[in-house]
């Protein structure tokens, strides 16, 4: 099979090498979904490339799901496998592979980041619209420092002073992007429920709702209230965030945060039904300038 046989390929990861943006989570989807179009193309099941890596199927699938890291060894024989010998696209490959395992810029908050809020960071760094609902708290992006530190030690009750002040500046660190000059778009439904709970005091409070207003005037920063007075909303449950790329390879991921892990739902099925959720949620919500308009009544 030669690189002429396989359009999609080869331009893809050139790209991602000539422009790369969302650091290694999204490199490691990409090839691995790179990796995924050359076996399938080749006709070769899971089963039969894990061996050739002297691994599982069920390593295949992590790999190609972009869950884990990429050994370049493991790289090499997959190409190979796959029919694809061309010198200059095998070095690409293995360029984006080395890449891939490149720690992204949260890896020195290791120590407070779990693995699988790991990935969600570095999904928000390549999105180009974020679309967030939040029943609870004000969106993380949106939290001002003293709020975000009454919402970490409510989440961690038996954390120290160190790690309190550890997540929190993770959480303003990752606040950066929305003013960066390739900025996401945020979209954020936020129930009145949120806004009324003073967490951290009525003074941080009022601080975070005055806040809110400055982030609303951001160009890529859409903000809307979904008062009681609506009653039953869509999404009744917990919080919704669905990421969207650029990227023709990456489909949107709807992300489902728990209490102690996360879901990352990528099947159209499921981003079909929370796309509906979402829309209607924006549409049931009060309007951007009418929801200004209450968050600063909520501040008389």
């Known amino acids: 099979m030669t690189a002429m046989m396989r359009p999609d390929s080869q331009p893809s990861i050139k790209r991602y090498l000539d422009h790369p943006r969302g650091g290694p989570t999204v490199l490691r989807i990409v090839l691995g979904t790179q990796l995924r179009k050359l ?34 060894r493991d790289v090499a024989d997959l190409l190979t496998l796959y029919g694809v010998h061309d010198e200059d696209e095998r070095a690409e490959y293995l360029t984006l592979a080395r890449h891939a395992n490149t720690p992204g810029w949260w890896y020195r908050y290791g120590d407070v980041l779990p693995s699988w809020f790991e990935t969600h960071i570095g999904l928000e760094e390549a999105a180009t619209l974020i679309r967030t609902y939040e029943v609870q708290f004000v969106p993380g992006l949106l939290q001002t420092e003293e709020y975000a530190r009454a919402v970490t030690r409510l989440g961690h009750p038996d954390a ?13 660190a990752r606040q950066k992007m929305l003013a960066q000059p390739e900025a996401p778009r945020l979209w954020a439904v936020i129930d009145e429920a949120a806004l009324r709970r003073p967490l951290g005091g009525p003074e941080a409070m009022r601080d975070q709702l005055t806040h809110l207003l400055r982030m ?21 449950g917990g919080p919704i965030t669905i990421l969207r790329f650029q990227e023709p390879d990456l489909p949107d991921i709807v992300y489902l945060e728990q209490l102690t ?15 509906t959720v979402m829309d209607r949620l924006c549409a049931e919500a009060a309007e951007p300038r009418h929801s200004v308009r209450f968050i600063k009544e909520l501040l008389v």
Request: aromatic share 4%.
């Open 160 to 172: 120290s002073a160190r790690e309190i002040e550890r997540r929190v500046d993770l959480r303003m």
């Open 261 to 275: 892990s996360a879901l990352y739902l990528d099947k159209p099925d499921d981003i079909d039904r929370y796309l």
């Open 216 to 236: 609303a005037e951001l160009p890529n920063v859409t903000i809307q209230v979904a008062p009681f007075s609506v009653g039953g909303l869509a999404a009744a």
């Open 39 to 72: 076996r399938e193309a080749a006709g070769i099941s899971r089963e039969h490339a894990g061996d050739a890596i002297r691994g599982s199927h069920a390593k295949i699938s992590r790999l190609e799901l972009g869950r884990v890291s990429f050994k370049e």
